[in-house]
T-cell receptor, first 112, second 115 residues
Framework: LAKTTQPISMDSYEGQEVNITCSHN???????ITWYQQFPSQGPRFIIQ???TKVTNEVASLFIPADRKSSTLSLPRVSLSDTAVYYC?????????????FGKGTRLSVIA | DSGVTQTPKHLITATGQRVTLRCSPR?????VYWYQQSLDQGLQFLIQ???????AKGNILERFSAQQFPDLHSELNLSSLELGDSALYFC??????????????FGPGTRLLVL
């Protein structure tokens, strides 16, 4: 079972870098790690996905250590509009793990 | 706008009733996923269809059922509704069948209130 564990909440000031870590000790060989962002009363939105090492796109970076048992979403210079819930998802249909276990996410509050 | 549409946006009904939620995936996407999100809860995966066939099941109750039609839209049927079924129901779609290793695009959700 590809269960994920994230902090329930985090606070940050505007302009700071925020790092949210997700633990996934039972990650399988074929599993990918995907992060989604959700604003209140909206559907989640894809942020970034990776398999190993580091991935960067225009909004975030994803760091995955060699053992892949955790991952860290890094949001550079957050703004008030980054206040949202962030979900870590680990899975893939070919892995044999129960798919699509999102968990309860991390509620990020950005303060001015 | 993700390109995934869901109707209705809001639904209010009584216990014991039956409702149908509808989802149209993004153009070209073959998979449709259904999720339930209760107040202050994370996303609970219910079921996935890929190109008309059931692909995977999650925590879907026996009172709930779904199907995907030839035009790839999907419907989630909820019957014998209980107060605890009140939640946001999201539909998502993706190109292929690997929901964990590809991007899912979520719709705006249907808010169901059972009184």
């Amino acid at each position: 079972l590809a269960k994920t564990t994230q902090p329930i909440s985090m606070d940050s000031y505007e302009g700071q870098e925020v790092n949210i870590t997700c633990s996934h000790n039972n990650i399988a060989t074929n599993d990918y790690i995907t992060w989604y962002q959700q604003f209140p009363s909206q559907g989640p939105r894809f942020i970034i996905q990776g398999y190993k090492t580091k991935v960067t796109n225009e909004v975030a970076s994803l760091f995955i250590p060699a053992d892949r048992k955790s991952s860290t979403l890094s949001l550079p210079r957050v703004s008030l509009s980054d206040t949202a819930v962030y979900y870590c998802l680990v899975g893939g249909w070919n892995s044999g793990n129960t798919p699509l276990v999102f968990g309860k996410g991390t509620r990020l509050s950005v303060i001015a | 706008d993700s390109g995934v549409t869901q109707t209705p946006k809001h639904l209010i009904t009584a216990t014991g009733q039956r409702v149908t939620l509808r989802c149209s995936p993004r153009s070209g996407d073959l998979s449709v996923y259904w999720y339930q999100q209760s107040l202050d809860q994370g996303l609970q995966f219910l079921i996935q269809y890929y190109n008309g066939e059931e692909r995977a099941k999650g925590n879907i109750l026996e009172r709930f059922s779904a199907q995907q039609f030839p035009d790839l839209h999907s419907e989630l049927n909820l019957s014998s509704l209980e107060l605890g079924d009140s939640a946001l129901y999201f539909c998502a779609s993706s190109v292929g069948s690997s929901g964990g290793s590809e991007t899912q695009y979520f719709g705006p959700g249907t808010r169901l209130l059972v009184l």
